[in-house]
């Protein structure tokens, strides 16, 4: 009986000890370039996310050339060559939020965000 006992021990010993081996690595999901399934469809302001991933920016004429950033809010972005804040609209679009990096505008209740991009 005891000797049953210890070799069911070093059964379950080995096995822990080997499992991590034949185990698989992380899964990391490849979106191949559709929706990540993984990511709320709704921000936490409670607006519905844009499903298409087109860039309709430049479809829609708007080009940022500069942002002036501001933690404290008093944000501003140069949009189309005019300099626009928080709340002011270029054609269609109302600015919803300026970002260090981009901003976000929204249309129809739609956000569409734009990244500042440089040029070299």
Known sequence: MLANKRI???LFLLLLILAPAFSQGEFVYNDQGKRNPFIPLVTPEGRLLKLDRRNT????GLTI???IYDQSGRSFAIVNSEVVGIGDTVGDFQV???FN???VFIKDGEPLEIELTKEE
């Open 65 to 67: 050339e500069g942002i």
């Open 96 to 98: 919803l939020k300026i």
């Open 57 to 60: 920016a430049s479809a829609e």
């Open 8 to 10: 069911l021990i070093s």
């Open 101 to 103: 990096n981009g901003v």
